[in-house]
């Protein structure tokens, strides 16, 4: 491939396969390219294997056969403390530590780039604190930032997550059916932010979905995952009947 | 239906079996124990406030003695238990440290009580290493398990952000446990409050010495002072493992 096309991908798998139980495979031959600096949505029902890919994508899940490349680098290889540099993961759940603080959970994103030292005592250098209301004001909950997280909001955590994820700063940050909780209005306000975000901080999104809907209104690339392949675009036929996915009109 | 039958029926016989065994049909015997129980209980009151000074001196050694004891036994079993936790750690060295708490944990704290007494002597320091011991092998196991459900999504979140395992224990497995952890270790001083009451009886220390001198001497209505101090301890810890609970224990109102 040439070296223009290189340069504008972020992330590239190559005969991806995958299965939990042997022979009973979740990704078959996924073969995908995401590209840089934009908000990638993954579509495809529940089941099809959203979460599977991700975590593949993610370092997670070791892939049975084929491999994943980010900025041209090979996610096999990388030891996770560098690994962190380049991909962020955000679980469906969002992966938040409940009995810890907006601001607490934000700077667990530097914890990469921290010691043992005073870290483990719980304070933080002043430049990550720094670092880390910004990111939450980014995501319009700085006011919130000593609350615990469990006293926040469906909405509100989400913004806890994705500053999380600022502050670890990857260059790109994989999503699992972020924002498929909450309703319309909201879910395309934190998209928004997240456009911004991406934009502002050159940062790729990928982002697992199964709302058409959502989609068709915020996406900038869609792929469709669907019988353990990948193909660019929205849903074929045998997709969009398919429980949990609305129909596009 | 049937099977249920089945097994219910085998089960009240078995019981039967051993209880006839155990002696509890012995109408003779238990009719002996109900009359003893009285002339026990007549000698007992009233309690005679007159050892109050002695009584509250062991019994304040005691407290000391379950305090430090659980205290030592809770630091100890931090580090055991996250060498544990198979998630962090290899098979190997996570099994090492769960069979050295199990191991610890299959002598009952009186044994451990005696033990200490042979290595350091008498006294309460042979009794606050026996009760650090028996905590040091139950809250090792406790926490190690808690640690292993962990919600794995906040592992592979937090993981991601390229965090070590000390940062994982600190920033995760610690607070992510926090409610069970305290819950744990209130519920392991209570265990020890009470079970250290007995440890005098082996020289180790605190309240039981003097339980031991007046069950010895027949002097009820003292023992019967002991008794109570050792009701208002409990109710007293009781009250105490509530209210900690209630200020600290996160509460989800989400
Ligand atoms: N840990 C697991 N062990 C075994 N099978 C799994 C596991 N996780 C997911 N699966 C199976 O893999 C398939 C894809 O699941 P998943 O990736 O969660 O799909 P999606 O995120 O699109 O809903 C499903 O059939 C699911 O049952
Ligand atoms: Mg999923």
Known sequence: MTQEADQNIALRTDGLWFAYREQDWVLKDVSLSIPLGKVTIIMGPSGTGKTTLLKVLAGILRPLRGRVEVLNQTVEKQAQRSLSTLIGYIPQQLGLVRNLTAMENVLMGALGRCGH????????????????KAALDLMGIGHKSDEKVIHLSGGERQRVAIARTLLQRPRVVLADEFVSDLDMALALEILGRIRRAAQQEQITFVLSMHRVGLVRESAEHVLTLSHGKVIPGFPAQGVQ???????PQ | MKTNLLVTASVALLLGVVLSQLGFFDGARLMRGLRNLGILTSDMVPPDIGVLPVTGKALWETVQMSFAGTLLGFLASLPLSVLGTRHLFSPIVSGAARFVAAAIRTIPVLLWAIIFVILVGLGPLAGTLGIAAYTVGYLAKIYADLFEGTDPEILEAVGSTGAS???LVRFVFLPEGANAILTQVLFMLEYNIRASSILGFVGAGGLGFVMQVYLQTLEYRRL???????LVVVLTMDGLSAWLRKRFLLTAQS
């Open chain 1, 241 to 247: 009947g398919a429980p949990g996915v609305e129909l």
């Open chain 2, 165 to 167: 395992k000390l940062h």
């Open chain 2, 224 to 230: 019967a002072t002991v008794l109570l101090l050792i």
């Open chain 1, 117 to 132: 030292g005073k870290v483990l005592l719980g304070v933080f250098p002043r430049r990550e604190i720094e670092h880390a």
